[in-house]
T-cell receptor
Framework: DAKTTQPTSMDCAEGRAANLPCNHS???????VYWYRQIHSQGPQYIIH???NNETNEMASLIITEDRKSSTLILPHATLRDTAVYYC????????????FGGGTRVLVKP | DAGVTQSPTHLIKTRGQHVTLRCSPI?????VSWYQQVLGQGPQFIFQ???????GRGNFPDRFSARQFPNYSSELNVNALLLGDSALYLC???????????FGPGTRLLVL
């Protein structure tokens, strides 16, 4: 399974953009990058995913480097409700359809 | 539309007992996956089912089993409960298993 590396924690100011990095240097060509977040004691919430191109939806933007070895999740205007653990997951290919969660990044949005 | 639903929300059992957890997928989704999340860790994959067939199994003992019904709902069964089985059990559904998985709220199991 391709593994991901994320910072353990980060703080962000309310109203500012939050940029969450993820390294996935062993990703293979047919594997996707997925982002989920988990607010305390709730089920993980899907945010966004991508293969090669940058993606944007109503929640966030995903920037994937050209070599696909890293990506950044951008929350454009963080709110207090964005405080959560954010998981970057590489999925597909030989690893199949399961989601392999690492430790994630604990994001604290401060007023 | 309703999301993934799970029941019960909370459960307390004692060691050695058996437990059954239930999951109803999003309407139209035919695949269900189960995950275990121990406190302080990320979710760990247990099973994936599609069209009532097991499509994947994680590194869990045979005490863990699951099945999927014709209406695509699913049950996770755990026999001979251990203290270490205390966790949040999450169910996720997707169209066929290969697409985005959407999670339910989970069932919190406490084994005493």
């Amino acid at each position: 399974d391709a593994k991901t590396t994320q910072p353990t924690s980060m703080d962000c100011a309310e109203g500012r953009a939050a940029n969450l990095p993820c390294n996935h240097s062993t990703i293979s060509g047919n594997e996707y990058v997925y982002w989920y977040r988990q607010i305390h004691s709730q089920g993980p919430q899907y945010i966004i995913h991508g293969l090669k191109n940058n993606e944007t939806n109503e929640m966030a933007s995903l920037i994937i480097t050209e070599d696909r070895k890293s990506s950044t999740l951008i929350l454009p205007h963080a709110t207090l409700r964005d405080t959560a653990v954010y998981y970057c997951i590489v999925r597909g290919g030989a690893a199949g359809n399961k989601l392999t969660f690492g430790g994630g990044t604990r994001v604290l949005v401060k007023p | 539309d309703a999301g993934v639903t799970q029941s019960p929300t909370h459960l307390i059992k004692t060691r050695g007992q058996h437990v059954t957890l239930r999951c109803s997928p999003i309407s139209g989704h035919k695949s269900v996956s189960w995950y275990q999340q121990v406190l302080g860790q990320g979710p760990q994959f247990i099973f994936q089912y599609y069209e009532k067939e097991e499509r994947g199994r994680g590194n869990f003992p045979d005490r863990f089993s699951a099945r999927q019904f014709p209406n695509y709902s699913s049950e996770l069964n755990v026999n001979a409960l251990l203290l270490g089985d205390s966790a949040l059990y999450l169910c996720a559904s997707s169209l066929t298993g290969a697409e985005t998985q959407y999670f339910g709220p989970g069932t919190r199991l406490l084994v005493l």
